[in-house]
């Protein structure tokens, strides 16, 4: 346990900062989530527009932390690659 008020307030902070890294972590895997039923469906235009939607996200994840940047990279890349390769 936390003996001093610096060490108290701390552990107050990094509790409510973990909910929103969680938080915002559950939303940029929804996004993704969204984007690989859409390739999985086949519908092209319904995946671009969801890949449209979750690169944004996927970035401002990187920026707020709660990703690696070349790892949002990445995905991005991936994805965008897997949309491009579909038919139709």
Do not use: F
Request: hydrophobic share 40%; glycine share 6%; proline share 1%.
């Amino acid at each position: 346990m936390a003996n001093t008020s610096s060490a108290k307030k701390a552990t107050r902070v990094a509790s409510r900062r973990a909910t929103v890294n969680k938080n915002r972590t559950t939303m940029v895997r929804g996004y993704v989530r969204k984007v690989e039923e859409a390739i999985s469906s086949g519908k092209k235009a319904d995946a671009e527009a969801a890949l449209k939607a979750a690169a944004p996200q996927l970035a401002r994840g990187a920026q707020k932390g709660v990703m690696h940047k070349n790892a949002a990279s990445r995905k991005v890349s991936r994805l965008t690659a897997r949309v491009r390769a579909m038919k139709g």
